[in-house]
């Protein structure tokens, strides 16, 4: 009774910002994103191309802001970059809460998957990495994750392998299997709860495959994971 009567008594010294949502494949309710992880080097073609020996490197995290997400189909050319980068991966998405989950466990937390764009301001990343700094400003900008609607598990299953592709321009730019990913979507479950507590709302970014590359305005790109759905952004 009391938490009832401060929050009707609370007030705000502005409007807080809307909850961000994404979409859920032939449903009229929306997904509220808590926290957006993503997994770097997942895919061994794409650490080598990026000068990283996967056998000696293990994949690791990283966040974007859950406002990053985008459903929109179109995305401007983000300020202060010359070297702004896709990267299609498959996205996780949470249901249920958990920390230290076993593998056994992990994909009984899932909701379901979609297609997903991590955007990277590849010169600033470097740059950051050079200078032994946080990638905030080369992945956690505004637009920065776009994705498709989001499809339940018990509509589509779980997603261990399957055709992962990308076009620029209606050129093929990225061709790889999801039985490419070093760490599954199990291991990342239970990998990454071993970190933080993962709660309902959280969406999980899972790696890029090799191909990855500069786009400039007035691009098209077009992605799509076989038996998922596919995304198009256009970059203003």
Known sequence: MLVNFISNIMKYSFDPPKVPTVKIFNSEELFPVHRIY??????AAHAREMGVDPEKETPYFFMKPADAVVTIDSIPYPPRTSNFHYEIELVIAIAKAGVNIPKQDALNHVYGYAVGLDM??????????EGGKPWDTGKG????????????????????????RLSVNTEIRQDADLEELIWKNHEIIAELSTYFRLQPGDLIYTGTPAGVGAVQSGDLIQGSIENLDQIEISIT
């Open 141 to 164: 900008f505004d637009y920065s994750a776009p994705i498709s609607n989001i499809h339940r598990v018990q509509d589509v299953g779980h997603f261990n392998s399957g055709s992962i």
């Open 38 to 43: 993503c997994v770097g080097k997942n895919y």
């Open 120 to 129: 990277t301001r590849r010169d600033l990343q470097l740059a950051s990495k």
